[in-house]
Nanobody, 121 residues
Framework: QVLLVESGGGLVQAGGSLRLSCAASRRTFNTYALGWFRQAPGKEREFVAA???????SYTDSVKGRFTISGDNAKNTVSLQMHSLKPEDTAIYYC???????????????WGQGTQVTVSS
């Protein structure tokens, strides 16, 4: 059983920055891959970034160079630092845990409640 709680969402102007955090159950970071997904209004949920217990990371093309995922095993948290935000980044962002690093949401077992990110122009 893995509990995930996201925080850090908000409203920012285009070009601004936000840092999202996901607090996970104790010692999950070394056992599971942790990923970030997002879902915009009227659109399918899409992969954003993920990190595994060895520190390997993966990003969707649209956020490469702008977003950085990182983990802090001592605190059982994973963060998503977002820079140069664009209106198309507007979505509910979800943290998820799964057995391996993958971009497929169906392979993740546990999900947080989501946090809203809104980017205005």
């Amino acid at each position: 059983q893995v509990l995930l709680v996201e925080s850090g969402g908000g409203l920012v102007q285009a070009g601004g920055s936000l840092r999202l955090s996901c607090a996970a159950s104790r010692r999950t970071f070394n056992t599971y891959a942790l990923g970030w997904f997002r879902q915009a209004p009227g659109k399918e949920r899409e992969f954003v970034a993920a990190i595994d217990g060895q520190g390997s990371t993966s990003y969707t093309d649209s956020v490469k160079g702008r977003f950085t995922i990182s983990g802090d095993n001592a605190k059982n948290t994973v963060s998503l630092q977002m820079h140069s935000l664009k209106p198309e980044d507007t979505a509910i962002y979800y943290c998820a845990a799964g057995p391996r690093l993958t971009l497929f949401d169906g392979e993740y077992t546990y999900w947080g409640q989501g946090t809203q990110v809104t980017v205005s122009s």
